[in-house]
């Protein structure tokens, strides 16, 4: 029954945290791209953040976001996130229809690859980031 089932793969959509500077200070936020050539519909992003800090088990409250629509080529600020969790693995789980087929797509960052080493030229926001397609 289960093999009966069709998982569309998700291509053209990608999770990026960026530092932003805003009036001196800096500022990390997380985008949502959609790289496809149509618009993405009625998008719902899960975020939470979890692993072990100072030898402790954590567990960041989990965030909802909905966007009616992302255009094509564009991007959608998701939140802003604290450097004091990039020690945590953080995940996007991105949910969208294109048309009436519905896809869906797990982001994780995981724990201290949010640094400038890893940072990648993000074409579509014109900024430097860390990048998962």
């Known amino acids: ?13 990608g999770v990026a ?4 500077a805003e009036e001196s ?3 990390w936020n997380v985008y949502l791209i959609n790289y496809r050539k149509e618009p993405i519909t009625n998008v719902l992003i899960s975020s939470k953040g979890y692993g072990t800090l100072d030898k402790k088990k954590v567990n960041t409250s989990t965030l909802r976001h909905f966007f009616e ?3 094509s080529q564009s991007y959608q600020l998701i939140e802003p996130i604290s450097e004091n969790v990039f020690g945590l693995s953080n995940e996007y789980f991105v949910t969208f229809y294109i048309d009436s087929i519905i896809y869906d797509k ?3 960052f995981v724990p201290d ?6 940072f990648t030229k993000v074409r579509i926001i014109q900024k430097e980031g860390v990048l998962i397609k």
């Open 69 to 71: 629509s992302i255009e």
């Open 1 to 13: 029954m289960k093999k009966d089932i069709h998982v569309p793969k998700v291509e053209g959509i």
């Open 17 to 20: 945290i960026i530092k932003d």
């Open 106 to 108: 797990k982001f994780v």
């Open 25 to 27: 200070d800096e500022i």
């Open 113 to 118: 690859t949010i640094k400038v080493e890893h």
